[in-house]
């Protein structure tokens, strides 16, 4: 069946480093892939998506690229603040529902 | 900014008490869903609904029930609770008809306790 891999955590950045969370998965056909973003005592939050090979999905700086030929979907944000600190799940979207990842949760320091 | 609602927000309850966890949704979405989410974040789908007098269960089996009498409300039950059902329980909405590419909008979620 479909399946989300991604990195595990916890993440621990200062402010202004660069993040990367990787993703990859594994799906029959041309899934559609989802970053959500959940904030401490909240529901998820669609950060960005991508519906075919190569699209990129970016959205308040954070940026992923489906990328197809390695079955990955890896967000990246050049320059991370306190306030991206939250739990980051991926997903993909296959046969009308979605998978998710473990979830990777970031913690930004001043 | 997604119009999808849950109440309670928390709830401390004891052993054995009949409870429903309410979902409501404006967007007008034929698809709705729940998951239960635990303590280490692993989100798992155990009931979902494509549209009114449609309910089936998900991945993680649960002693819950849904109903879906009209579009736009898709409550949860449990009618004993008990405290393996501790839990952050998270509703979700979708709308494109039979496409692939929905996107799923989710409330804020209810925190459960039962002692």
Same mark, same amino acid.
């Given at each position: 069946?479909?399946?989300?891999?991604?990195?595990?955590?916890?993440?621990?950045?200062?402010? !202004?480093?660069?993040? @990367?969370?990787?993703?990859?998965?594994?799906?029959?056909?041309?899934?559609?892939?989802?970053?959500?973003?959940?904030?401490?005592?909240?529901?998820?939050?669609?950060?960005?998506?991508?519906? &075919?090979?190569?699209?990129?999905?970016?959205?308040?700086?954070?940026?992923?690229? /489906?990328?197809?030929? @390695?079955?990955?979907?890896?967000? !990246? &944000?050049?320059?991370?603040?306190?306030?991206?600190?939250?739990? /980051?799940?991926?997903?993909?979207?296959?046969?009308?529902?979605?998978?998710?990842?473990?979830?990777?949760?970031?913690?930004?320091?001043? | =900014?997604?119009?999808?609602?849950?109440?309670?927000?928390?709830?401390?309850?004891?052993?054995?008490?009949?409870? *429903?966890? =309410?979902? %409501? $949704?404006?967007?007008?979405?034929?698809?709705?869903?729940?998951?239960? $989410?635990?303590?280490?974040? =692993? #989100?798992?789908?155990?009931?979902?609904?494509?549209?009114?007098? %449609? *309910? =089936?269960?998900?991945? #993680?089996? %649960?002693?819950? *029930?849904?109903?879906?009498?009209?579009?736009?409300?898709?409550?949860?039950?449990?009618?004993?609770?008990?405290?393996?059902? *501790?839990? $952050?329980? #998270?509703?979700?909405?979708?709308?494109?008809?039979?496409?692939?590419?929905?996107? $799923?909008?989710?409330?804020?979620?209810?925190?459960?306790?039962?002692?």
């Amino acid at each position: 069946g479909d399946s989300v891999t991604q990195m595990e955590g916890p993440v621990t950045l200062s402010e !202004e480093a660069f993040l @990367t969370i990787n993703c990859t998965y594994t799906a029959t056909g041309y899934p559609s892939l989802f970053w959500y973003v959940q904030y401490p005592g909240e529901g998820l939050q669609l950060l960005l998506k991508a519906t &075919k090979a190569d699209d990129k999905g970016s959205n308040k700086g954070f940026e992923a690229t /489906y990328r197809k030929e @390695t079955t990955s979907f890896h967000l !990246e &944000k050049g320059s991370v603040q306190v306030s991206d600190s939250a739990v /980051y799940f991926c997903a993909l979207n296959s046969a009308r529902q979605l998978t998710f990842g473990s979830g990777t949760q970031l913690t930004v320091l001043p | =900014e997604a119009d999808i609602y849950q109440t309670p927000r928390y709830l401390v309850i004891g052993t054995g008490k009949k409870i *429903t966890l =309410e979902c %409501s $949704q404006t967007m007008g979405h034929d698809k709705m869903y729940w998951y239960q $989410q635990d303590p280490g974040m =692993e #989100l798992h789908l155990i009931h979902y609904s494509y549209g009114v007098n %449609s *309910t =089936e269960k998900g991945d #993680l089996s %649960s002693e819950s *029930t849904v109903s879906r009498i009209r579009t736009e409300h898709f409550p949860l039950t449990l009618e004993s609770a008990r405290p393996s059902h *501790t839990s $952050q329980y #998270l509703c979700a909405s979708s709308g494109a008809a039979g496409g692939i590419t929905d996107t $799923q909008y989710f409330g804020p979620g209810t925190r459960l306790t039962v002692l």
